[in-house]
């Protein structure tokens, strides 16, 4: 009896996520709305069964966004509902991406008829660790890790979490080891226990900041670098639409190409980033990344005559 309750239990708290998110996603199109235009929204994407939206649930879910996501719902003098600080998701990175993501879990998990049109992306081992990972980072307690680095034996030892990062579908730790910050793929955690242990953070510390000079998770010390890039063709707009970096700006446009700079530690990551795009993409400057990426295709010619 107890597990068919909590199966219910799960089963309405997805719910109340899937008619928070709608909210949310239909004021940020529409800008503003009466709770009667809101409410022929509603029952026209059957987001409850085509059955309407209640003046006190819909004052509830306002409240459950105010907590869940920072927004604030206010109403006008002509009674239209509207988001009224929506630079907290516009300027959030973490919010901007729990959204995106709960809106496409939400949109996917109402697309069974359609499930083998939906082609996603493989994602590692790893993301069970994350809850665990969360609550000691939010607690600063110290976790117990084992780990295996590709080609070396499993070993186990303390570490106080700092951050997590999501990189081209891995999810990555850093942390303390006692000796330096680290980096650590929980794709290669073979447990995490949360143990009773606190540690301090330095309150000034920001993992935005500690990865702003670099592209991806691989901080290795890389000496910060002014970078130019020539885009050919298409390879402009691309990144004119995904830029590389921050620091990224337009310096010139050619007749077929566009230069573009950007200050950032070329750590192995960007290095990866840039030999994925050769086809459309030359390094200008500075010249020790020029060679570096030519002695690699060097070396793959020379493997592959």
């Known amino acids: 009896m107890w597990e068919k309750e909590r199966i219910f239990a799960g089963m309405k708290t997805g719910l109340q996520f899937m008619h928070y998110v709608w909210i949310v996603n239909t004021l940020r199109q529409r800008r503003k709305l009466t709770l ?7 029952v026209t994407d059957e987001v409850a069964e085509g059955n309407p939206l209640p003046r006190s649930s819909f004052n509830k879910y306002r409240d459950a966004i105010l907590d869940m996501f920072g927004l604030i719902i206010e109403c006008d003098t002509t009674y239209h509902y509207y988001i009224s600080n929506p630079r907290e998701i516009d300027e959030d990175h973490t919010k901007q991406w729990m959204l995106s993501t709960l809106t496409t879990g939400l949109t996917l998990s109402g697309s069974s008829a ?10 590692p081992a790893g993301y069970e660790f994350l809850p665990t990972i969360l609550q000691a980072i939010r607690q600063t307690r110290v976790i117990m890790m ?3 680095k590709f080609g070396f034996a499993p070993y186990t030892k303390p570490v106080n979490p700092y951050a997590v990062r999501l990189f081209r579908q891995r999810w990555y730790l850093l942390a303390d080891n006692g000796e330096r910050m680290a980096i650590y793929a929980l794709d290669r955690m073979q447990s995490v226990v949360l143990t009773d242990q606190h540690f301090n953070r330095p309150i000034d510390f920001s993992p935005e900041a500690y990865f702003a000079e670099y592209f991806g998770v691989m901080t290795d010390g890389t000496p910060l670098e002014h970078v130019v890039l020539r885009a050919h063709g298409k390879m402009a707009n691309l990144l004119r639409t995904l830029p590389l970096h921050a620091s990224q700006r337009e310096l010139e446009r050619g007749e077929d190409y566009t230069d573009f700079a950007l200050d950032i530690r070329p750590s192995i990551d960007f290095v990866s980033e840039l030999l994925s795009k050769t086809d459309g993409l030359d390094v200008l400057e500075p010249q020790s990344l020029k060679e570096k990426i030519r002695q690699i295709l060097e070396d793959a010619l020379r493997r592959n005559p």
């Open 114 to 123: 359609i499930k083998d049109s939906i082609i996603l992306e493989n994602v």
């Open 146 to 148: 084992s780990y295996q």
């Open 36 to 42: 009667s235009e809101l409410n022929d929204l509603w």
